[in-house]
């Protein structure tokens, strides 16, 4: 399985991207889709989080109501539309999946993925 990650760039604060992140094989496959994004100096943590048995994705509170994610099962791609972008976002931003769906608690826990894109750099800054 191969995770290929794209979108990143440098904006302005209050500006918007959408990275997509396209799978070599088929996303229904998978029990758990997520973002992650790291910045400097900081662990790595979760923005959000779709699983097979929930409709709804969850996502972190520093990016509800800014952050949508989605994704498109004909093309095994997902999306993370961005919007209201501000300097705090900054960071590498890592799709992840894993085979089986977790539990919502441990959405957030990077060592349960299977596989990892390769990461996209977002900057945001004046």
């Known amino acids: 399985v191969q995770l290929q990650a794209s979108g990143g760039g440098l904006v302005q604060p209050g500006e918007s991207l959408r990275l997509s992140c396209v799978a070599s094989?088929?996303?229904?496959?998978?029990?758990?889709i997520s973002w992650f994004r790291q910045a400097p100096g900081k662990e790595r943590e979760g923005v959000t989080c779709?699983?097979?048995?929930?409709?709804?994705?969850s996502y972190a509170e520093s990016v509800k109501g800014r952050f949508t994610f989605s994704k498109d099962k004909d093309k095994n791609t997902i999306y993370l539309q961005m919007n209201n972008l501000q300097p705090e976002d900054t960071a590498v931003y890592y799709c992840?999946?894993?085979?089986?769906?977790?539990?919502?608690?441990?959405?957030?826990?990077?060592?349960?993925?299977?596989?990892w894109g390769q990461g996209t750099l977002v900057t945001v800054s004046s």
């Open positions: 094989g088929n996303i229904l496959d998978y029990g758990t």
């Open positions: 779709s699983r097979r048995q929930s409709g709804t994705p």
């Open positions: 992840a999946t894993r085979i089986r769906a977790l539990i919502l608690s441990a959405c957030g826990d990077a060592k349960m993925y299977d596989h």
